[in-house]
């Protein structure tokens, strides 16, 4: 071997020791040598490796932090389903919205798409109002008035269908990318902005998804894709395994150090009331649902829910990961398809129900009129306004049609966790 070469080797291996003087390589930190084959990365031989810090924060999401839990039912089983029996699962760290997607929201997305999509998406995104309309009731004002009017702002959208909650996510990834694109990408790492409560948490950050992987153009090095580590995962809706578990929020129960998790939750609060048993709003609903036959808020005063139908996304204490509304509002669709199996067929890692696999279809007789599941009905859970307690247990599902909406079904989005589990 040539004394050149020798030379060459020699230093590429002091190069990599050097770049490991600080500790062993991170993402965050990888050196300016592969600690394998001793090239220098960023050079005209060597692979390009963007600076990266951590990922960007999406607007609205709060850090779920995975583990072990059980999932299923803790309540009795009143409707006989027995078609979410408890089992052991883990479940990944994910973000999630900390509140329903809301009115504004859904007004911003179609306004963006009337002037970039066709008219005939546009026309398809549009909620159904007429979800509000009773031949024997007078909801009429709600048929008018709850999407657009200012007032109704930030309640939870309704008259959606799990394929247009489906197509706002893929939406929501694209813009939000254009917007991390349109500031330069962050120097490809994005600092993590303080986060804000209230409204200001639904109107500002960054987010997800490979939507606008060419972002930018220009400088390549500048764009928006998965190796600059400057962009998001997809925005999409929370599977229903992921939606259960941060519903249960059982971290406000566990001790530090304590792996057996020793309570359990029939509600995302403690206890088996649906009212503050503690504080100065001692005795107040922690939930909006209906209490019973025809009451729907209680009598006026202290002890109403204080709200007739849906209410501000807001309104009532978030639970232990600091999500709002997790029980009672609106329901909210999840990815999995239904079926009443699932329990036991799916994984006991990251737990999810897609079409096509086991359980066929063909073996329900939906067109005999025998069964309503096929592969185009979705889960969807937590109860609403119009629901009765029972139903604001997590551990609770129920289905419907994936092109059908109701006044008691709203969505909110999650995302992964790329690269850690903290």
Known sequence: MKFSNYLRLAVLGLGALASCKSGPPTAAKPGKYSSTTGIEYNTEKGMTVSSYKNMPEGPGLVFIEGG??????????????????????????FYMDEA?????????????????????????????????????SFNDPYVTYYLR????????????????????CTWRTAKVNEALAAKGSD???????????????????????????EGAGGDPSKRISIENGNTLPNYRLPT???WEYAAQSLIGTQEVGNENQEEKRIYPWDGRSTRNAYGNKMG??????????????????????????????????PNDYGLYNMAGNVNEWVQDVYRPLSYQDVEDLNPFRRNGVLDPADKY??????????????????????????????????????DSATATIGFRCAMINPGSNK
Do not use: C
Request: charge should be negative.
């Open 149 to 168: 009017y200012p007032g109704f702002r930030y309640f939870p959208v309704v008259g959606v269908s799990w394929l247009q909650a489906d197509d706002y």
């Open 240 to 242: 229903e395994a992921e």
């Open 284 to 317: 107040q609903f922690l939930a909006n649902f209906k209490r019973g036959r025809g009451d729907y808020a209680g009598i006026a005063g202290s002890l109403n829910d204080g709200a007739m139908i849906t209410e501000y996304v807001y309104a009532y204490p």
């Open 100 to 136: 329903e997607v809301a009115n504004i929201h859904w007004l911003e997305y179609l306004h963006f798409i009337r002037t970039d999509s066709a008219e005939e998406f546009y026309k398809s995104a549009l909620p159904d109002t007429m979800v509000w309309a009773r031949d024997l």
């Open 187 to 213: 120097d490809g790492g994005g600092k993590k902005s303080k986060k804000k409560k209230g409204d200001d948490a639904a109107a500002e950050g960054a987010a997800e998804g490979a939507g606008a992987a």
């Open 68 to 93: 072990r839990t059980v999932l299923g039912s803790q309540e009795e089983d009143v409707t006989m389903s027995h078609d979410n029996l408890e089992r052991t699962v883990t479940i990944a760290s």
């Open 365 to 402: 007789d939906k067109k005999g009129y025998q069964s309503l599941i096929d592969d185009h009905v979705r889960v969807y859970k937590g109860g609403s306004w119009r629901d009765v307690a029972y139903y604001l247990s997590p551990g609770t599902r129920r289905f419907m049609a994936e």
